[in-house]
Every structure is written in C-alpha cells, then in structure tokens.
C-alpha cells in the first residue's frame, strides 16, 4: 500500500518570506511526483511535477526531491497572502505514465501580511 | 477552452437510495479519473479510464460503487443502496498526453 506523508499544518509564515513544504512517501519505486494547490472550498490545480532527484524551479516555486531519502519538497520563495491555501502532495500510483496519483492529506499554510 | 464539468454540483439523498455522479471531461482528454475527498483529506483514488476502459478500479470500496465512460467521453460513478458513510465530495479528472490531471469542480454528495 503506497503511502505519501505531509504535516498538516498549520504552516504559518510572514509576507515575503520562504515557504517550506515537505512530503514523504513510502513506494521506494515511485517515479513522478506532484504538487497541487486547493484553495478552501476548490479543486486542486497542479503547480509542479518532478521526475528526477535535485531541483525544479518555476517562477516563486521550487521542487525538490530526494529519492533516497523518499522525500519531496516544495518551497514558496517570497510568499504572498495570496498563497495561502493547502498544499498537496502526490505520487504516481500504478498504471505507468496513465496511472492514478496517491495524494497525501496536505499541508495548511497561512502567509500572514 | 471549457474545463472539467461535474454534476449536480450538490447532492442530497435519503439512505438507502442511488444516485448517478456525472463528469463532463475536457474535449479530446483520454485519460478520465474519479476520486473521493474528505474535508481535511487528499483525494482518494477510485478509478480511471482510457477512451471508455477502465484501467483500475482497485480504489473502489465496495460492489455498491461503479463507474462507466461508455462512449470515451462523458463518465458516470454511480453509488448503489448509499451509505451515510458515502456521503464527501466526489471529484474527476481528465489528462491529456501531457502529466497533468485538471479537477472537475466536485459533487458533494450528503447522505441522510
């Protein structure tokens, strides 16, 4: 059974400082990770996936991962008030490239003005 | 273009009774997928088609819980004799051929 572990949070960080999200999981075999958004009340829209070990930026956001220690993170670089929301983690089930995502329960995070 | 649709949007059923989850996925999208969450939760794996296959259904918990997408299209979850236990919000996805998965806006569905 593949598992994805988060902190639930609350995460609670000042505008304009750095976010830091993490995850593990357990299926050592896992090859493709995700990190969704889910604003309160919404669907979660992705904002990163990750294949390889190091790290992936996109614009405020970068992705590491770390497939020896089974763990991915997510960090939010000059955080807004508009980032808060719960930030999920997910891993690829089976089913190769088609396959469904395992989501972790997600981590609550709160950029304070 | 249109998103993923859902409906209803919000459902409301006495114990006991069935009901059909519809979802409308994006235009052209092959790959549909349906999952459950529970305030505070993740989204919890279903199942999912290709075209109108379904690939897994391992997520599904019990023989009250099917799902079709007869035309490879349009897929519905349909929850037998429900359960006040059944009662979350109910979300698909569709993919495309690239790696990301865009959620529907969800069914909340209440069992009484």
């Known amino acids: 059974q593949k598992e994805v572990e988060q902190n639930s949070g609350p995460l609670s960080v000042p505008e304009g400082a750095i976010a830091s999200l993490n995850c593990t999981y357990s299926?050592?075999?896992?090859?493709?990770f995700f990190w969704y958004r889910q604003y309160s009340g919404k669907s979660p829209e992705l904002i990163m996936f990750?294949?390889?070990?190091g790290d992936k930026e996109d614009g405020r956001f970068t992705a590491q991962l770390n497939k020896a220690s089974q763990y991915v993170s997510l960090l939010i670089r000059d955080s807004q008030p508009s980032d808060s929301a719960t930030y999920l983690c997910?891993?690829?089930?089976?089913?190769?490239?088609?396959?469904?995502?395992?989501f972790g329960k997600g981590t609550k995070l709160s950029v304070k003005p | 273009g249109a998103g993923v649709s859902q409906s209803p949007r919000y459902k409301v059923t006495k114990r006991g009774q069935d009901v059909a989850l519809r979802c409308d996925p994006i235009?052209?999208?092959?790959?549909l997928y349906w999952y459950r969450q529970a305030l505070g939760q993740g989204p919890e794996f279903l199942t999912y088609?290709?075209?109108?296959?379904?690939?897994?259904k391992s997520g599904l918990p019990n023989d009250r819980f099917s799902a079709e997408r007869p035309e490879g299209s349009i897929s519905t979850l349909t929850i037998q004799r429900t359960e006040q236990r059944d009662s979350a919000m109910y979300r698909c996805a569709s993919r495309s051929d690239t790696d990301t998965q865009y959620f529907g806006p969800g069914t909340r569905l209440t069992v009484l």
């Open positions: 235009s052209g999208h092959v790959s």
């Open positions: 990750i294949y390889s070990n």
């Open positions: 299926d050592r075999g896992s090859q493709s």
């Open positions: 088609f290709n075209y109108e296959a379904q690939q897994d």
């Open positions: 997910a891993v690829r089930g089976y089913g190769g490239s088609q396959g469904n995502l395992i």
